[in-house]
């Protein structure tokens, strides 16, 4: 019975280790699994912290947004009154441009009628006062022209300062 004895204790002793082991083997598994969640957590919370800072950061940028747009909207509308004024004064150009073409032919009268003297004079009456109306009319256009240059040019300078003031404003985000 004693050999009994110690055979049923030497069972009972290496299933206790036998459980130990496994215990143990499984608490290591444990221990990583619980080790690789504390970090996926503290990755969770490093991320919740850089969303709440941006977050923070969200009424100063729809501020700089809230106060930018009118300015947007002011090199918009200039943009519009350039974009009027260049279509005006390419209509201008056009029709200078068709008026010195009507000037070529009378040009050319002048110069061949040039090689006879007394003929030139009478047959370039006409084509002198021909270029005379013409450039009349061009010096008029002319005039039209400077004065839409100049409004181009008040509207350049009152889009290029919007745009340095719309650069001054805060940049959000990278």
């Known amino acids: 019975m004693f050999r009994l ?10 299933a206790a280790l ?7 083997r499984d608490l290591h598994a444990t221990r990583d699994v619980f080790a690789r969640g504390v970090g996926e957590g503290q990755k969770i919370e490093l991320t919740t912290d850089k ?8 009424p100063a940028a729809v501020d700089s947004v809230t106060q930018g747009l009118p300015a947007v909207v002011g090199v918009s509308q200039s943009m519009v009154r350039a974009d009027n004024s260049l279509a005006a004064m390419a209509t201008n150009l056009n ?7 009507s000037a070529d032919g009378p ?21 002198v006062e021909h ?11 002319a005039k039209q022209l400077s004065a839409l240059l100049d409004q181009t040019q008040v509207l ?19």
């Open 156 to 174: 350049g300078s009152t889009i290029d300062s919007k745009l340095r003031v719309a650069l001054l404003l805060p940049k959000v985000g990278k």
């Open 5 to 14: 004895s110690w055979a049923v204790a030497l069972a009972f002793t290496i």
């Open 107 to 127: 040009l050319g009268v002048v110069v061949a009628s040039s090689t006879s003297t007394s003929n030139a004079a009478t047959s370039a009456v006409p084509s």
């Open 131 to 141: 270029i005379a109306a013409t450039l009349t009319a061009t010096d008029a256009k």
């Open 51 to 58: 969303a709440l800072e941006g977050a923070a950061q969200l």
């Open 18 to 24: 036998t459980g130990i082991l496994i215990l143990t």
């Open 95 to 101: 029709t200078l441009a068709a008026a010195l073409g």
